[in-house]
């Protein structure tokens, strides 16, 4: 395996990392819809160069929403997206005790899983999974800042507050409904592990 070597320490740095991480999300939507707690998790194959480390991987995240409609009641929407995101690691410097990183990011959203839940004035409860959804690729932009400790020789702990800015909307449409709202921007903040080969 390629290595790198850092004359600073005078021994050998891992070129490659695998990360893990979960994250929570706060999204941007408009109208009357109630935002509801959103949550994702990642793995992350990463390759260092110099002082920038570039990272490609799959996410999974979640938008959950509610609303209120008169004489029908509560509709929970639970949508489920796959997500790949291509991110640029900045200022690297691996052999510090904790590693201060802004990154940029490229993010290509795909909806996976639509689900509602009508709750009427009878309190009488009703699920239903959609598979008659139609969305296109969305994309965002990301920017954020990464906290980074080593922990052993093969470890690293990380923590990243992010946002998340939708450039190119997935345009979910629902036959027989309106169509979904998509987000404007998302704010987040993620805590992982990394494993240097």
């Known amino acids: 395996m390629i290595i790198y070597s850092t004359a600073s320490r005078g021994q050998e740095e891992s070129k490659y990392t695998l990360g893990l991480d979960v994250n929570i999300l706060n999204y941007n939507l408009e109208g009357i819809y109630k935002n509801d707690i959103n949550y994702g998790y990642s793995l992350l194959l990463m390759e260092r160069i110099e002082k920038i480390k570039v990272g490609i991987g799959i996410n999974y995240s979640t938008i959950n929403y509610s609303e209120n409609v008169a004489y029908v009641g509560k509709i929970e929407r639970n949508l489920g ?3 790949f995101p291509l991110l640029i690691y900045f200022n690297n410097h691996p052999e510090k005790k904790i590693d201060i990183n802004p990154y940029i990011g490229l993010i290509a959203n795909r909806l996976i899983k639509y689900e509602e839940v009508f ?10 999974n959609r598979n008659d959804i139609s969305a296109r690729l969305g994309f965002s932009f990301r920017v954020g800042v990464n906290f980074a400790r080593p922990i052993g020789k093969h470890f690293v702990l990380n923590a990243a507050p992010y946002a998340d800015l939708k450039f190119v909307q997935s345009s979910v449409f629902v036959p027989k409904t309106d169509e979904l709202p998509d987000y404007g921007y998302a704010i987040g903040f993620k805590l992982g592990l990394d494993f240097k080969f």
């Open 81 to 83: 997206y796959l997500n």
């Open 119 to 128: 709750t009427n004035p009878g309190e009488i409860t009703t699920y239903r």
